[in-house]
Nanobody, 127 residues
Framework: QVQLVESGGGLVQAGGSLRLSCVSS????????MGWVRQAPGKEREFVAA????????GYADPVKGRFTISRGIVKNTIFLQMNSLKPEDAAVYYC????????????????????WGQGTQVTVSS
């Protein structure tokens, strides 16, 4: 069983930056495409960013394009989300998500595509 653990959330002023991390542990014989999904109070979970197993392909939701960057670490079981120019509307619980894949270049932008979830990390943006 794979476990995902996020870290790096916190309180930041509008215009500031945060870097989220997610480490996966456990079963490592599968390849995993991974991503970030967020959920604000009273709203449904929404896709934020995704990265292929290879790390070569990425995708972003329109609201975060140009401000957020997803990446994989040297060790592929770690991904990051660099969030710059944060806005109050970015405030949410951010979840790391993963799904096993046969295709090293695929990434997934639908929330329902993901099978594994972390516990979430809170991001708060003050105006």
């Amino acid at each position: 069983q794979v476990q995902l653990v996020e870290s790096g959330g916190g309180l930041v002023q509008a215009g500031g930056s945060l870097r989220l991390s997610c480490v996966s542990s456990g079963r490592t014989d599968d390849n995993y495409a991974m991503g970030w999904v967020r959920q604000a109070p009273g709203k449904e979970r929404e896709f934020v960013a995704a990265i292929s197993w290879s790390g070569k392909r990425t995708g972003y939701a329109d609201p975060v394009k140009g401000r957020f960057t997803i990446s994989r670490g040297i060790v592929k079981n770690t991904i990051f989300l660099q969030m710059n120019s944060l806005k109050p509307e970015d405030a949410a619980v951010y979840y790391c998500a993963a799904r096993p894949t046969e295709f090293s270049e695929n990434y997934y932008y639908k929330v329902e595509d993901y099978k594994l979830w972390g516990q979430g990390t809170q991001v708060t943006v003050s105006s």
